[in-house]
């Protein structure tokens, strides 16, 4: 029951998305855009920075990109679904919440994936980036996996929401501070303790460790399992949050 | 468990914080009828049905639907009840046949197509089935509500204020296909602030301020009302007042002997309004 509510939930989540022809513009060509600007920034600062490595940040950058446009969409659908009160009816209808955490995070899942595609892919030529296929494959598999934590986290904070408006104060609070600790500008290591271990604390930090090292050519299998395990972990913790935070009566 | 009663509700209650939303509300609900709630805005309506369907968790009390806890048995009970929220409550950007076809697919409808094709020809939106509901009129919106709630053919069938914002010629159809649910066995519980609708119910309780301050048939709620009668003899009026129970006239006559010079008895009943009105004055305790 649970298995087919979900895959119902997300075929829904799905033509949802596709349907709506705002979500669907803001989540492809947003990315496009902001990858755009970042080879006109690149392309400024290695004619004055020599040693600039493009691909050290560009990989990060389009990894950002689908952790904050998962979060924010499945936020912002959710608590829709509050407010007009088809959370309440599917419910009624019997439907469980895993089905429903299930449903939206598939749903998203696809939506990561064509965002991934694009902005990769977009990345990749622009700057003329050279990987394996096996490298992309973990790429792929990174991004996948950031996108199941920011989904389940945009499922989390929903819960807190009653209108579209009340996710926005979570944007500076949980997503904008990856920019800056996360690794994705500047190496923990080179931050300061205290702020190292809020660091650690971000999804963000452990994606960027593997990109980093596919970019530098430095992986490491038991490192990248590590890294791959610790952003499994955060996605069941939040699956549990989110569990014990969507509440089925009032 | 059998009972005559789809529905058992004893003294059950529920706050807001400081307020009161329900204050020890009882009452039973027989199967297929047409139960009515009545009420001004803020009177609790949403809550009681919010209640019975376990998305509400009273704070005390006691509440049987089919024999079982709304909220302990929900998942026993989803296939047995619909309901149509105050709010449409449906997917705005999706159209009325794929929102009705996607609550079918959750209550597991079999032969689900010809099921929604038929829905959509009962409802009236056959035309514009395909459309996002974003595009729809409030009144179409509520008609695509209430086919999502009814695509599995409960034997419950819960509606907040269904006909709000629906115009007079699909308010009547909407009451017509109600009556034909209830004959066919479907327990309607329906909640309205309008007094004319509220009549074409079989039972209706009022509800004020969290409270119930009646529950009886339209026409026992009728003869709660007073009858003035006037009486003309020579010019002269008299008057006098009795209970518009059907007995209570005969009765008033045969004290008078129906005397040959009385020329006129005039009856002046009051109308739903008043009577309910009253009710809901009588009961608002004064700040
Ligand atoms: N979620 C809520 N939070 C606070 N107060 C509420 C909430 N829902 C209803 N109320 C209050 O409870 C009372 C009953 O509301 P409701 O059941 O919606 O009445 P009705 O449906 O008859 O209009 C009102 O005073 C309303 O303001
Ligand atoms: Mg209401």
């Not at chain 1, 980093?212 to 399992?225: A, G, P, R, Y």
């Not at chain 2, 007995?247 to 009577?275: C, R, V």
């Amino acid at each position: 029951m649970i298995s087919k509510h979900l895959t119902t939930i997300s075929k829904r989540v799905i033509k949802q998305l596709i349907l709506d022809k705002r979500y669907l513009a803001l989540s492809t060509i947003a990315p496009l855009v902001i990858i755009g600007f970042y080879k006109l920034f690149a392309d400024a600062i290695t004619s004055s920075t020599p040693g600039f490595v493009i691909a050290r940040y560009a990989i990060p950058i389009s990894a950002f990109i689908v952790h904050f446009l998962c979060f924010i969409l499945c936020a912002i659908a959710l608590v829709q679904e509050r407010k007009d009160g088809t959370l309440e009816r599917l419910f009624i209808n019997g439907v469980h919440k895993t089905s429903i955490i299930g449903g939206y995070a598939l749903g998203y899942f696809g939506l990561a994936t064509l965002q991934s595609v694009i902005v990769l892919t977009e990345t990749i030529w622009l700057f003329d980036l050279d990987f394996t296929s096996g490298e992309i494959i973990l790429i792929f598999i990174v991004i996948w996996l950031l996108a199941i934590v920011s989904v389940l986290l945009g499922i989390f904070v929903s819960t807190f929401a009653r209108s579209e408006g009340h996710v926005f104060p979570f944007i500076p609070l949980l997503i904008l501070p990856s920019i800056f600790l996360s690794g994705l500008l500047i190496d923990v290591s080179l931050l300061p303790n205290p702020v190292q271990i809020f660091s650690h604390l971000l999804p963000l930090n452990y994606a960027n460790n593997i990109l980093q090292d596919i970019v530098f050519d430095d992986l490491n299998m038991h490192e990248t399992l590590q890294n791959i395990g610790i952003l499994l972990g955060y996605a069941i913790c939040l699956w549990i949050l989110a569990s014990s935070t969507l509440k089925e009566t009032e | 468990m059998s009972s005559p009663f789809a529905i058992v509700v004893k003294e059950i209650s529920r706050s807001y914080g400081e307020i009161k939303a329900l204050n020890k509300i009882s009452l039973d609900i027989p199967e297929g009828k047409i139960f009515g709630l009545l009420g001004p805005n803020g009177s609790g309506k949403t809550t009681l049905i919010r209640s019975l369907i376990g998305s509400l968790e009273p704070d005390s009390g006691l509440l049987t639907v089919l024999g079982k806890n709304p909220i302990k048995d929900r998942f026993e009970l989803r296939k047995h009840i619909g309901y149509m929220p105050q709010l449409s409550a449906v997917y705005e950007e999706l159209s009325a046949r794929d929102n009705i076809r996607f609550f079918g697919e959750l209550q597991e409808v079999e032969d689900l197509e010809n099921k929604v094709q038929s829905i959509l020809e009962f409802t009236e939106l056959t035309h514009r089935a395909e459309d996002p509901v974003r595009t729809y009129s409030g009144g179409m919106k509520k008609r695509v509500s209430l086919a999502c709630a009814m695509i599995h053919e409960p034997k419950l069938l819960f509606l907040d204020e269904p006909t709000a914002a629906v115009d007079p010629h699909l308010k009547i159809q909407s009451w017509e296909l109600f009556r034909k649910l209830a004959e066919n066995g479907t327990t309607i519980v329906v909640s309205t602030h309008l007094m004319d609708e509220a009549f074409r119910c079989d039972q209706l309780c009022i509800l004020n301020r969290g409270e119930l301050i009646a529950m009886d048939t339209p026409k026992g709620i009728l003869e709660k009302g007073r009858t003035t009668l006037s009486f003309k003899r020579n010019g002269k009026e008299e008057q006098q007042e009795i209970s518009s129970e059907p007995t209570a006239l005969a009765q008033t006559l045969k004290s008078f002997g129906l005397e040959a010079d009385i020329h006129s008895i005039e009856l002046y009943p009051d109308t739903i309004e008043d009577i309910v009105l009253r009710m809901v004055d009588k009961n608002t305790i004064p700040e």
